[in-house]
């Protein structure tokens, strides 16, 4: 017996924003012939366009879907649309239409045998999350079994990082339980064989993000809570991320994210812009192993002097070697659609269409106070806990603490600059002890300058 | 004093699955909290760390976890001792980076004194910073000589750089610290780390802060010969260096020309390495010389 789906659910099946759009654009009844439905199935004829009508039928157990569409995609926006108008109760009850009848038939009465949970991805690009998001009715929604080669590997895929994660997170309690202070962790190897685990389980960032804890094992006295901290905020990613069903959809594209499962390029400049005269305010490149990662921080005013300002991220990668290439100078600005990411906290995005040649910005950007800049920081960490920077554009003063620290201040208080800012030097020279237009990058570390803006000069750190 | 709003500091709490279905509500109200009700939250969140790493330091095979601080018992819910830890770890933690806030004001050092003269005009400051990363670095005599004429402030940013290399070339420090003023003092004592002196040692034999060579008057000759003998197909690499060094003292107003005059002689390839290297360094001269004009 199953139950009725609600559209939420069935829009929850399409692989992406546009396709749940299309599909909400062919629910249309008028666009309907012969709709009927039973217990098992709901069925019709597309007839809005072609001349030939197509004939869409879904197996509610399953489900499964079939449709006489060229689109390769299932489910496909006629199926997903035909669902909408059932979840809407705008499909009567009927008797079988002879193609649904025979379909069903080769179907076979243990059709959820053969489903498996498959995650809606592509050559790992996509998510997995809608595997226990969709649920219709009292029934998981099942993708058709993975006949075809890119399903296998997808079901493959998302197996792999389920058990990665769960291995993630037996390791992490393993070393509560044993002690911070065993032998284990300070033997690096205990750790590249997580990483290593990681990396065949498809988790990528996870792995990274590991190699850079084990970088803090040793470093000071109280290494020990720096570690415990980031094991916590694993902990979470590795639970989190084992139970995307049952979070709001963004927090799970997050985590998503933040496991190594990143929306497919194509999917993310399907979705709705900002358009806006972005400014490029910052530049920083990271060695990743052999890759080389170049973020570019966008920057587009808030809608007046009080708020804060939207940050984009667009990264780049060079193998190893491979110079970067830098698209967007900073100083520039570039009006455009920024496409993001799906994320609870949305930083990472794309530049889709460019309303004008770039300009060498005029004006530098307008600075937020660092009690503003933090409390941005902070809703995006309450967002998304594992972030790990977050933009800021300030107008503050280098002081030192001693110690060779520093910190900015201005009239909110004092903020860290990174131990270990090896350009430190001249920033000070630049603001004479006075305020300095400064853009640098938020971490538990502190702030790592990138950018200042002094006479007239924009200066890339 | 259990604030139901601490709940909402954790986006942990909805990783977690510990209160699933209400979570978003509960996490926008997270961040901006008054500064009365945050002290409470920061020290027991304090204590609540501090038995969470005893504990996780030994091992929680050895050590009992600690019950949970007031306000954190909604995160001591799991029956293994290990997964507990973490889960309130991930509480705390996120907690106090979510909730992170500027320190307080740090007393900072005197300020430089104003400088009245005007700032060093962009295009210039990048012309310097070009040539301090090794581009026709013969010109810097002439860059800072120009600065000097206009009066002109250096650009700030590159004066550490300035005072590294002086420690190393003592007539380019003189002409540094000449035109810094007191801004180089300044430096050097608000960043002891630099490892600069605020005040040069006194050289045993006096120093010649580095000067641009004497301008050539006689351009229209220059210019014929070093033209003339490309046209002759005499010069070859060996002759760079003197050829450099006389475009570098030659009467700018003929710079323009000589570019012309070099791009239209036939390529000739023993000398073709040269004549590009002249006809760059002439054009990055006459550039610089219209940016301190303009």
Request: glycine fraction near 8%; include cysteine; charged fraction near 25%.
């Amino acid at each position: 017996m199953t139950v009725t789906p609600t559209p939420d659910q069935v829009l929850s099946l399409a692989p992406n924003r546009a396709a749940a759009m299309a599909a909400t654009a062919v629910a249309d009844p008028a666009a309907w012939s012969g709709a009927g439905c039973d217990d098992r199935a709901v069925w019709g004829a597309y007839i809005a366009t072609a001349a030939e009508p197509y004939e869409v039928a879904v197996d509610l157990s399953g489900p499964a879907f079939r449709c006489s569409c060229p689109s390769r995609r299932v489910p496909c926006k006629h199926c997903l649309g035909l669902l909408l108008l059932h979840a809407n109760h705008t499909v009567a009850p009927a008797n079988r239409l002879p193609f649904v009848a025979q379909w069903l038939q080769r179907r076979g009465d243990h059709p959820s045998e053969a489903a498996v949970a498959v995650p809606d991805g592509e050559g790992g690009e996509e998510m997995p999350a809608a595997v226990e998001r969709s649920r219709i009715g009292g029934t998981t929604l099942r993708r058709p079994p993975p006949e075809t080669g890119p399903d296998k590997r997808r079901l493959e895929r998302a197996e792999r990082m389920a058990a990665g994660l769960r291995e993630l997170d037996r390791w992490l309690a393993d070393r509560v339980r044993g002690g911070l202070t065993s032998g284990e962790l300070m033997d690096e190897t205990t750790w590249d064989r997580l990483a290593a685990r990681l990396v065949d389980a498809q988790c990528g960032g996870l792995a990274n993000r590991v190699r850079r804890v084990a970088a803090k094992v040793g470093q000071h006295a109280r290494w020990h809570e720096d570690v415990l901290e980031e094991m916590a905020i694993l902990h979470a990613l590795a639970v989190g991320a084992q139970r995307t069903g049952h979070l709001p959809v963004e927090l799970a594209d997050g985590l998503h994210a933040a496991a190594g499962l990143t929306s497919a390029k194509d999917d993310v400049l399907e979705s709705v812009p900002t358009t806006a005269p972005w400014l490029v305010v910052g530049e920083s490149r990271i060695g990743e192993g052999r890759i080389t990662v170049q973020r570019t921080w966008l920057m587009a005013p808030g809608e007046d002097e009080a708020a804060p300002p939207t940050w984009a991220l667009v990264l780049a990668f060079g193998a190893f070697g491979n110079e970067v290439e830098t698209e967007f100078p900073v100083g520039q600005r570039v009006h455009a659609d920024v496409h993001w990411y799906p994320a609870a906290a949305r930083l990472r995005a794309l530049v889709g269409r460019q309303h004008a040649e770039p300009v060498r910005a005029a004006t530098a950007p307008v600075p937020q106070t660092l009690a503003d800049a933090l409390v941005a920081c902070g809703w995006a960490i309450a967002r998304e806990p594992w972030l790990e920077r977050y933009p800021m554009c300030v107008s503050a003063v280098p002081a030192p603490v001693g110690n060779g620290r520093w910190t900015l201040v201005d009239d909110t208080g004092s903020v860290p600059i990174v131990p270990g800012f090896w350009r430190l030097a001249e920033i000070v020279a630049a603001s004479a002890g006075r305020p300095i237009k400064l853009m640098g990058e938020w971490s538990n570390e502190g702030v790592q300058p990138l950018t200042i803006w002094t006479d007239g000069q924009v200066i890339s750190l | 004093m259990s604030d139901p709003e601490d709940a909402g500091l954790l986006g942990v709490n909805r990783v977690n699955g510990a209160s699933g279905g209400e979570s978003s509500q509960v996490l926008e109200q997270s961040t901006p909290r008054t500064d009365a009700g945050r002290a409470d939250v920061a020290g027991s969140a304090a204590a609540e760390w501090a038995g969470l790493v005893a504990t996780a330091v030994l091992g929680t095979d050895r050590r009992p976890l600690p019950p949970a601080e007031v306000g954190w018992d909604p995160w001591a819910t799991d029956d293994d001792a290990a997964v507990e830890l973490l889960d309130r770890a991930a509480a705390v933690v996120v907690a106090q980076r979510a909730g992170i806030r500027p320190g307080p004001p740090v007393a900072m050092p005197p300020p430089a004194p104003v400088d009245t003269r005007p700032p060093c005009p962009p295009a210039c400051a990048m012309r310097l910073d070009r040539m301090l990363r090794g581009e026709h670095d013969l010109l810097l005599a002439e860059w800072f000589a120009r600065c000097e004429e206009r009066g002109f402030q250096l650009p700030w940013v590159v004066l550490p750089l300035l005072l590294l290399r002086g420690r190393r070339q003592p007539e380019l420090d003189a002409v540094v610290r000449r035109l810094a003023g007191d801004r180089a003092r300044w430096l050097a004592d608000a960043v002891p780390e630099l490892g600069v002196r605020a005040d040069p040692r006194k050289p045993r034999t006096p120093i010649e802060p580095l000067c641009p060579p004497p301008m050539i008057e006689d351009g229209a000759a220059i210019v014929s010969t070093i033209v003339g003998a490309f046209a002759e197909r005499t010069v070859t690499w060996a002759a760079a260096p003197q050829l450099r060094h006389v475009v570098a003292a030659l009467d700018p107003a003929w710079l323009a020309r000589l570019v012309a005059e070099l791009s239209s002689t036939a390529f000739d390839p023993p000398g073709e390495r040269t004549r590009r290297e002249l006809i760059a360094l002439a054009e990055f001269r006459d550039e610089m010389v219209r940016e301190f004009a303009a």
